[in-house]
């Protein structure tokens, strides 16, 4: 069974900082691997994907993630925030199989301080 | 752009009831999805569908039922509704996996208050 663990509830940050976001993953066979981010009182939408080629997959708002299969993380990062970063952010892993469906985290608030 | 849509933003009702959670997509995908989210838990798979009349049990069915008429609409049914099904409700569509994989899209969601 696939699980994904995202260990930080919230992540205060000021603006103008960096920020990682942590994902860990478990899986026993071959995965995809997204971030979505849900903007208060709105659904999910998809921020950045890792299907597979470069490990290093980048958004067109600044945020990227880096896949690394020995540590089986997917970590998103964000070198400058900004108050509209301010969000909940959701990391997910779908197996290359037949179902495509995605197993979600728990979900990490963003809150992103002027 | 695909779109997903959800009926109702907001919803009421009381115990026992009988509630319908409405949910269409307009870009011909197979693959629809209803969830719950909950603080703390993330997202819970309720349960999906890869076809019309064809559905699968997801994480958490109990208490649910769903209904797929029609390629392009989802419903999610409570039969009974009770207060620990208060929540949100999002539903999400996807194309079937060997036709690209470009996750899910998700409709805005539905807040179910049940008093």
């Known amino acids: 069974a696939q699980s994904v663990t995202q260990l930080d509830s919230q992540v205060p940050v000021f603006e103008e900082a960096p920020v990682e976001l942590r994902c860990n993953y478990s899986?026993?066979?071959?995965?995809?691997l997204f971030w979505y981010v849900q903007y208060p009182n709105q659904g999910l939408q998809l921020l950045l994907k890792y299907l597979s080629g470069s490990t290093l997959v980048e958004s067109i708002n600044g945020f990227e993630a880096e896949f690394n299969k020995s540590q089986t993380s997917f970590h998103l990062r964000k070198p400058s925030v900004h108050i509209s970063d301010t969000a909940e952010y959701f990391c997910a892993v779908s197996s290359r199989g037949a179902t495509n469906k995605l197993i979600f985290g728990t979900g990490t608030l963003l809150a992103v301080q002027p | 752009d695909v779109k997903v849509t959800q009926s109702s933003r907001y919803l009421v009702k009381r115990t026992g009831e009988k509630v319908f959670l409405e949910c269409v997509q307009d870009?011909?995908?197979?693959?629809m999805f209803w969830y719950r989210q909950d603080p703390g838990l993330g997202l819970r798979l309720i349960y999906f569908s890869y076809d019309v009349k064809m559905k699968e049990k997801g994480d958490i069915p109990e208490g649910y039922s769903v209904s797929r008429e029609k390629k392009e609409r989802f419903s999610l049914i409570l039969e009974s509704a009770s207060t620990n099904q208060t929540s949100m409700y999002l539903c999400a569509s996807s194309l079937l996996p060997g036709q690209g994989i470009y996750g899910y899209t998700f409709g805005s969601g539905t807040r179910l208050t049940v008093v």
């Open positions: 899986s026993s066979v071959s995965v995809y």
């Open positions: 870009m011909d995908h197979e693959n």
